[in-house]
């Protein structure tokens, strides 16, 4: 594949792998899976890592995660497939897609903010990165209640009357909207209450 404009790949010494030599493999594994954006195939590469370490693999494809956020499917031993390849200065050379930068989706809390103050935060940034390279790609301007709530999770089924001695307290003094860009552990669900401060009763002399 010839670099393009719109595509920034580096040419990477690798060998591929078969099914064998992938059920060895580890979650911290550095591997290369087939390249894919919004469904659309690329002719190279992209550093990824399994989901589920190898010597669990219990037959059928195995799931990698690509830097970029993508998920593939992948049968090592197929032929009609790209495969799953590591890096090898004894391998052949592959073409791996690069990352471009960092996509940043962040929740900003400005006390007391006002149109000024989120232009001089955009300024700030635009500033720092240079102009044109931070964008604004949704906006959503919201007030959050004066008010501190501490976040719990607790197990989705869960009995009744079982007080908190199941709870995991998973953060303190959080504001509820921060909770919209969260996600509770599997088979957890939030509880969010009114904040209630720590006092100590212990007697004292």
Not at 23 to 42: H, P, W, Y
Not at 117 to 134: C, D, K, M, Q, T
Not at 139 to 159: C, H, N, Q, S, Y
Request: charged share 30%; proline share 3%.
């Amino acid at each position: 594949m010839e670099k393009g404009k719109s595509v920034n790949t580096e040419k990477v010494a690798a060998r591929r792998l078969t099914a064998e030599e992938v059920s060895e493999l580890g979650l911290q594994d550095e591997i290369f899976v087939a390249a894919e954006m919004d469904e659309l195939r690329l002719a190279c590469y992209a550093p990824a890592t399994l989901t589920k370490s190898g010597k669990n693999f219990e037959g059928g494809s195995f799931t990698a995660r690509t830097i970029f956020g993508d998920e593939i499917h992948v049968l090592p031993d197929n032929a009609e497939e790209s495969g799953i390849w590591v890096a090898d200065k004894a391998g052949e050379e592959i073409e791996v897609l690069q990352t471009a930068g960092v996509l940043l989706n962040l929740a900003l809390f400005v006390p007391n903010g006002n149109r000024e103050s989120l232009e001089a935060l955009y300024a700030a940034a635009r500033e720092a990165f240079g102009a044109g390279i931070v964008q604004r790609w949704d906006e959503e301007v919201v007030a959050v209640p004066d008010v501190k709530v501490d976040l719990f999770e607790e197990p989705a089924r869960g009995r009744k009357g079982t007080g908190g001695q199941n709870r995991d307290r998973r953060a303190l003094d959080i504001y509820p909207t921060r909770v919209r860009f969260m996600e509770a552990s599997a088979g957890w669900k939030f509880v969010l209450e009114v904040h209630q401060e720590h006092v100590d009763d212990t007697p004292t002399i």
